[in-house]
């Protein structure tokens, strides 16, 4: 993997000019080191200085360099981890793009780990529990494995009213089968 530097001031100041529709994609890309839309080690080593750093801002950053890529399946293993790292505000978007772009098991044990913490680290988005849990119950629903249900299931019978109602919920969204499949 390449060893690129974090991003400069300048460069997420660019960065938030882009996602603010004051900057084309050309002139962000010619400021950056690498084209965020082909270059996954470029996004990858971002991201890692950034949660290395613990610093929000950095972190938030590094993360819309990867909504500029391609694909965010490259990034499927780091998304799980920033599932559950408390230093950005991007938590719902990683949720949403894991449910509806990687799906992946490997994400079933750190959707856990958030259950597991009744949110607290997502104080920031002024949710009740039950709205947080949705992002995880869809998650574990478009995953669909054994396993993801079984998650559902024993949250189902968790002691937050909100996460509980959210889980048994989704439970009847599954049918009788066993599939877990949407529509």
């Known amino acids: 993997m390449n060893n ?7 460069q997420q100041q660019q960065l ?7 900057l084309d994609i050309d002139t962000l890309v010619g ?14 080593s971002e991201l890692r200085n950034a949660i290395q750093s613990a610093d929000r801002d950095e972190i938030n950053a590094s993360i819309h360099l990867m909504w500029i890529s391609e694909s965010v399946i490259p990034f499927a293993d780091i ?5 559950i790292n408390p230093n950005h505000t991007q938590h719902q978007y990683i949720a949403k793009a894991l449910q509806d772009d990687v799906k992946s098991p490997s994400s079933i044990p750190f959707v856990e780990k958030a259950l597991a913490t009744h949110f607290d680290y997502l104080a920031y988005t002024c949710s009740e529990s039950g709205v947080i849990a949705k992002w995880f119950s869809w998650l574990l629903y478009a995953i669909g494995t054994p396993e993801a249900i079984a998650v559902i299931r024993r949250y189902a019978e968790d002691p937050d009213p909100g996460i509980r109602k959210e889980m048994k919920y989704r439970l009847r ?10 529509g």
């Open 4 to 10: 690129f530097t974090a991003m400069t001031h300048q």
């Open 16 to 22: 938030w000019e882009y996602f603010a529709g004051r």
């Open 31 to 44: 400021v950056l080191p690498a084209d965020p839309r082909r270059a996954d080690a470029y996004i990858v």
């Open 79 to 83: 998304m799980n981890e920033l599932l």
């Open 173 to 182: 969204q599954i049918t009788p089968t066993g599939d877990s499949s949407p």
